[in-house]
């Protein structure tokens, strides 16, 4: 199969005709399959450097063909309830963060909003596509009419993706650092409500990132300052100079999804921003 902008025999067409042939030892052999389509080659421990070129390649592409040119970034706790299931949470304290699943629903419905009145392509909101914050972030999203982003990963336990994600926009990683690099690439705001481990892991990476320069300083904004400074001693880290003080005001505490939006609709030539070098 040709066509004028490709001289060459397409490979979907030659997949097709390679499962069409004899079936003799030579054929059954596993030597014998077209590499790419290949699954236990393209899952041999040599060809890593191939796989986690094609999860940065996959999703971009899409991305890219959707016309997405910026998100706004949610990262929060899988665990949180909504307000309406908070009774049934495991803790007082889980039920009590249910306030900010709302939170990031309020937030992401009135971004997606202001994104389609400008075409649809900028801040479109981008979650990990799972449950609590990120299922709030998604549904917000659909509210408002929009699409919305979800970058879902493989874990031991079942999981899938929330019922809110767009589904031409919802992928799925087998490495976390790819993930989190098309978490950042396109990021105009990065907004993180209470969570876990992994929010924590994502919270100190994208921090350490615009730190050092190495990403473009956005708006990054911690919802919940009682949680945050309940688990986190910012100024000791400062005092202890293991942080500058200017460091401090690389994040801002925020309560509801108002004040995130006045910030990040502000945000402008006060602020540091140190692009990505070969971004």
Same mark, same amino acid.
């Given at each position: 199969m040709t066509d004028r902008r490709n001289p060459f025999r397409d490979a979907q067409a030659d997949r097709s005709s390679a499962s069409d042939v004899p079936d003799t030892p030579q054929t059954r052999a596993p030597a014998y399959r077209l590499a790419f389509a290949d699954d236990d080659f393209l899952c041999a421990e040599a060809l890593r450097p191939v796989r986690l070129q094609l999860e940065l390649l996959k999703p971009q592409m899409y991305l890219d063909d959707y016309g997405v040119t910026s998100t706004v970034v949610l990262f929060g706790g899988a665990r949180i309830p909504s307000p309406d299931t908070a009774d049934q949470a495991g803790t007082a304290t889980l039920a009590g963060l249910a306030g900010y699943y709302h939170q990031a629903q309020v937030l992401a419905e009135k971004i997606t909003t202001a994104s389609l009145a400008k075409g649809g392509h900028e801040n479109i909101i981008c979650t990990g596509g799972g449950p609590g914050v990120m299922e709030a972030g998604n549904r917000g999203a659909a509210l408002a009419g929009g699409v919305s982003i979800g970058l879902n990963i493989v874990l031991p336990h079942e999981q899938a993706p929330n019922e809110y994600v767009t589904p031409d926009l919802c992928f799925n990683f087998h490495y976390f650092a790819i993930r989190k690099m098309h978490f950042l690439m396109r990021a105009n705001a990065?907004?993180? *409500?209470?969570?876990? $481990?992994?929010?924590?892991?994502?919270?100190?990476?994208? #921090?350490?990132?615009?730190? =050092?320069?190495?990403?473009?300083?956005?708006?990054?904004?911690? *919802?919940?300052?009682? $949680?945050?400074?309940?688990?986190?001693?910012?100024?000791? #880290?400062?005092?202890?100079? =293991?942080?500058?003080?200017?460091?401090?005001q690389l994040f801002r505490y925020v309560e509801t999804a108002d004040e995130a939006l006045e910030i990040i609709a502000n945000w402008g030539s006060t602020e540091a921003r140190a692009d990505i070098p070969g971004r």
């Open positions: 990065i907004c993180v *409500f209470p969570g876990g $481990f992994g929010t924590l892991d994502e919270l100190f990476e994208s #921090l350490t990132l615009i730190q =050092t320069g190495r990403m473009r300083r956005v708006p990054f904004l911690l *919802f919940g300052r009682a $949680f945050w400074d309940s688990i986190i001693n910012w100024q000791a #880290l400062a005092d202890a100079g =293991t942080i500058s003080p200017e460091d401090l």
